[in-house]
């Protein structure tokens, strides 16, 4: 098997930023780490300089923006911290008395003896309802990476999702007195239909506790499976707080989706099965997304313990990257927000017993984007014609992203689709972040708004090589006194690509100015809806991104403290489908009104974040707002 011809090695090296602002530490704060893994080689200066804050015995609260890498770069592992007493695993809403010292949980000893995850994985009685998925060489990816990819079809459970695998295996040790008494769990979906099922086939009751937001189509699957839904509480963790109360006023045992001993062993089985129906001495890595980090520490327990020489990567997205913060800090962190684009992994805690594996046997982290996330979905059902869920192609993502970073030839790469419970609302964005960042590049223009320009555009831009493929245009006429007519339009072409850098180069040489906003999420969810609609300056404009839930009457909920004490001169939004999303909102204000519109801002602080557009995003917007 050809080695790997070693990393795309940046003439600048690219550190790794972390800028933990909430702990006190610099604004910004850069460190490397020397470290070869099968000849890759990450930048960095030593791990052990790292500081690590403490916030008393709870895990310090962190933005996902205080930390960021380059596509596809693999990053280290803190080892060197000591563990917080934060991270001691406990079993939900336990009062034990031995169980609230230093060392945690005294029911599962085993969990810390030598071979003891090994043991109960190989024991795992998951089989009783989860099927062994097939391993599956997708040949058109790996034609064009130059290495063998599989995929680990967890998409195919009978839940469509890996969760069944991790809730059967803890329920099924349950005593017949607790399953007698029924079992409770919080859930938004996957994990809440591998409780129901597994209930269902062990004759016991089952509540599943899943937020009032929840889509129609999760809730009513679980109730098909024979799980009684109680819908309570506005976020996943108001959910999960009644739930474990819940449990412990109706002596129902709580089911943790991730962080649990048994959880991790019946989600290690998927690791047993790689090894099992792959060839072990040639597989290379293991690429698996993380939420909670349950199946991730699972597989890592099997695989490190048969075959240490296969390294094992966690995938996280950007915008949720909880674990990749927690293991280069060495102690868990809690986001203060998630994004909720990949749901199935948009997890602000990572679980106790899956963090102390993870930081034992994890290889490294990788983040991704939403936009390489969709890109692996449209990839993925180019293969399969499956349609993955975006936290299911959350690993896919990452392989391509690496093998793309280090140039990697001739390696066996292996991704887990840990889930397909894809909400058909969400198709339309998936649809359109697919193509920009992989096979599309969006553009951004502004030209004299007079006639022929646009067809001087195009001859400008396609040179000698033919038509140009222009996949989507945006103008509107005369929007603005300078003249000037703003354009937005993607060709299919991938970003950074020769023909890209082209098609930009013949246009600056032309004296015309076009920026590759490819790298602009919000540009793809928003700008390019807006473009006909904008106008031209609006004085005192101020324009903020609003998260929210998606709930009916969040509009109005949200507009009635504002309006009409102040001009609302701009509001877009669409249905996406998930937990939590995102409008923009413009409002005329003074400079001397603010403090006043904060203060009136606060009565929604519970529900809705409002943040003023900054960097890149702000940049993009203010060539179309004339800011």
């Not at 001495?281 to 313990?305: C, H, Q, R, S």
């Not at 992994?345 to 046997?361: D, M, N, S």
Request: charged share 20%.
């Amino acid at each position: 098997m050809e080695e790997a011809s070693g990393p795309a090695a940046p003439a600048v090296p690219e550190p790794i930023r972390f800028s933990p602002k909430k702990d006190g530490l610099p604004k910004t704060f850069t460190y490397t780490l020397e470290k070869r893994v099968s000849g890759i080689v990450v930048d960095g200066r030593d791990e052990a300089a790292m500081p690590s804050p403490r916030c008393g015995s709870m895990p310090p609260l962190v933005d996902p923006e205080d930390f960021g890498a380059p596509p596809g770069q693999l990053i280290p592992i803190n080892r060197s911290t000591p563990p917080s007493p934060a991270d001691v695993y406990r079993c939900a809403g336990c009062v034990k008395a031995e169980c609230q010292g230093p060392t945690g949980c005294t029911d599962f000893q085993w969990r810390d003896q030598s071979g003891g995850y090994l043991r109960e994985i190989l024991t795992s009685r998951v089989y009783s309802v989860a099927r062994e998925t097939p391993l599956e060489r997708a040949p058109g990816i790996s034609d064009a990476i130059g290495c063998n990819l599989y995929l680990k079809r967890e998409d195919m459970q009978p839940v469509h999702s890996f969760k069944i695998r991790g809730a059967f295996n803890r329920m099924a040790r349950l005593t017949p007195e607790q399953l007698k008494r029924g079992v409770i769990c919080s859930s938004a979906g996957n994990h809440a239909q591998g409780v129901a099922m597994s209930a269902a086939h062990l004759g016991c009751s089952a509540v599943i506790c899943m937020p009032t937001n929840s889509p129609e189509i999760k809730y009513q699957a679980v109730e098909r499976l024979g799980g009684t839904v109680e819908l309570v509480g506005e976020s996943f963790y108001e959910t999960a707080a009644h739930a474990v109360a819940r449990g412990i006023a109706e002596g129902r045992t709580f089911i943790n989706a991730y962080d649990d001993p048994y959880c991790i062993a019946g989600q290690g089985t998927a690791g047993a099965e790689i090894l099992r129906q792959g060839d072990i001495d040639k597989m290379d890595y293991i690429f698996v997304a993380v939420g909670g980090g349950g199946l991730i520490a699972g597989i890592a327990a099997v695989v490190k313990a048969l075959k240490p020489s296969i390294k094992i990567i966690g995938v996280e997205p950007t915008g949720a990257n909880s674990m990749t913060q927690s293991l280069v800090r060495g102690e868990r962190v809690t986001l203060s927000k998630v994004d909720a684009f990949a749901d199935g992994v948009a997890i602000k805690l990572v679980g106790a017993e899956a963090f102390r594996l993870c930081r034992e046997l994890l290889d490294g982290m990788l983040l991704v984007d939403n936009a390489a996330i969709s890109a692996a979905i449209k990839e993925v059902f180019n293969e399969t014609r499956s349609i993955l869920e975006p936290a299911g192609a959350v690993a896919v993502a990452g392989a391509l992203a690496f093998a793309s970073r280090y140039r990697l030839r001739g390696k066996t790469l292996v991704a887990v689709t840990s889930g397909a419970n894809m909400n058909f609302d969400r198709l339309r964005i998936v649809s359109e972040l697919a193509n920009v960042g992989s096979a599309e590049t969006m553009l951004a223009t502004a030209l004299p708004d007079e006639p022929g320009s646009l067809l001087r555009l195009m001859d400008i831009l396609s040179g000698n090589s033919g038509p140009l493929n222009i996949t989507e245009f945006k103008y509107r006429y005369n929007m603005h006194s300078d003249g000037l007519a703003r354009m937005l339009f993607s060709v299919g072409e991938a970003p950074g690509s020769k023909e890209s850098r082209a098609l930009m180069a013949r246009a600056q040489a032309a004296g015309i100015r076009v920026q590759d906003v490819s790298d602009v999420e919000l540009a793809q969810t928003h700008l390019r809806h807006m473009i006909a609609g904008l106008g031209g300056n609006v004085p005192t404009e101020e324009i903020f991104q609003v998260t929210y839930p998606e709930r009916v009457g969040m509009l109005r909920k949200l507009l009635t403290p504002l309006s009409p004490r102040w001009t609302i001169s701009l509001v877009h939004f669409r249905k996406t489908g998930n937990r939590s999303s995102t409008l923009m909102l413009g409002v005329q204000l003074k400079p001397e009104e603010m403090a006043e519109f904060l203060e009136a801002t606060e009565s929604l602080s519970g529900e809705f974040v409002f943040e003023p557009l900054l960097g890149r995003a702000k940049q993009v917007f203010d060539l179309f707002l004339e800011k």
